[in-house]
């Protein structure tokens, strides 16, 4: 029994001394150019374990790595959708569509983004939105690497049967330039006629230019509500509405 006793006390000990487990919060800064005009909006991506959460001015994403989900968020109307991860059914048809695999190449030069150095790699590649090519800049010394990159290669895994791999870098990236050329946009089940019209329409248009920059990085540990479906915010189903009434009861 001392054995058993003093055996608990230990691992009590070790548990209390150890550290807890750290997060990062990264703001972006994000300015969009095409065919729309300009847009400038600010992202918040946090990161601990095995989980994310990425912020907007108008929508929250939770992915769960660790419960297989992932909530679509809508402060607006205080409501949300969940939706297995990784995706199924007609959700990773989709996810399939829109992504593309991405042919990471070092260039060889290097940038220093709110004080630490990052190593630009070009990429590109196509999707269902045309084709793209981006170069990131990704530092692998700024704060909060090693669980940014875990996380990122964690969720790689998950999607390795929807999505196509890419050879990503290790690292935050702090800055990036990206441009996609609307051209070859395929939707499934569209008639040739209105498929060669929209192939038409998207030749004309401007391509989507994207820079972002990394304005703040912070190596925190963040509380486990963070990564959680705020109190009081109803469940909605893919396809209703977000501002429809909740559905009836079923009568008895």
Known sequence: MKTITAALAALAFALAAAPALAG?????????????????????????????????????V?????????????????????????????????????????????TGTTRTVLGYSCQDYTGSGQSMSGDYTVTECFSTSAP???EFT????????????VVPASNTPDG??????????MNKMKLPNLPPDQAAKLQQQLANMKPVVTKTTVTK???KTLPADTFTVPAGYTARQMGVPPGAPAAAPAPH
């Open 24 to 60: 990062v919060v990264i703001t972006q800064d994000q300015t969009a150019t095409g065919q729309f005009g300009e847009r400038k909006s600010e992202q918040t991506i946090m990161v601990q374990g095995n989980k994310q959460k990425m912020v907007t001015q108008d929508r929250q």
């Open 62 to 106: 939770i992915t769960d790595l660790d419960n297989n989900a992932m909530y679509l968020i809508d402060p607006v109307h205080s409501n949300y959708i969940q939706i297995p991860f990784p995706p199924t059914g007609a959700m990773a048809v989709a996810v399939a569509h829109a992504a593309g695999a991405m042919d990471f190449k070092k």
């Open 144 to 146: 909060g690497t090693k």
């Open 150 to 161: 875990a996380f990122q290669k964690a969720m790689a895994d998950k999607l390795k049967n």
């Open 172 to 181: 935050i990236p702090l800055a990036a330039d990206s441009t996609v050329q």
């Open 217 to 219: 990085l912070e190596e």
